[in-house]
Each structure stands twice: as structure tokens, then as C-alpha cells.
């Protein structure tokens, strides 16, 4: 699910005038921290409106949650597919 929460957050960021913002050099890091922390609490809270929990503006965003499966299928998939197809291979000698 990590892998879908950053693509979430990428989504929002996509959203905002990012490059605007905080530019393409002399990067404050701190700032970049704290960007992620605000979007990552907004993902927080998109996930909890899908069990009811909280409410979002991200819930009814198809693009935001076809953002989220893409990230969850290529993290956690690719990785499932890598790890089943290297032990197999281990296995089978």
C-alpha cells in the first residue's frame, strides 16, 4: 500500500504548481518534509472516508484512486511476481 499512498501523494502534487513552489534548485529539504507530511495526511484521510471514517475531497476522485491502484499493483505486484518467479527458480534446483 506505501507504493499507492506515494503515487497519491504525486497526484496531489500533479494538482498543485509544484515546480512554482519549490523550483528546481537550491532545494529547501525541509520544506519537502513537510509537503509530504501535509499530502500524506491528506491520503490519510481519503483512505479512513473509503471505511467511513473521515471525509475527503479525494473520495469520489477517479483519477486519484486509479493513482492509487496503479502504485499498490506495480509496489506490492511487481514485487509478489519478482519474489514468486526468484523462489521458484531457488526451489527448483
Known sequence: MEE???EAVQYINSKQDFASKYGFGGINFGDLII???VQ???VLKAYGSL???TDSKYKDDAEFWQ???GGFALGGGMT???NITGSVKDYAR
Open 35 to 37: 509537503n509530504d507530511l
Open 80 to 82: 509478489a511476481v519478482t
Open 51 to 53: 471505511f467511513g471514517l
Open 4 to 6: 499507492g499512498a506515494e
Open 67 to 69: 493513482n492509487v491502484k
Open 40 to 42: 500524506g495526511k491528506e
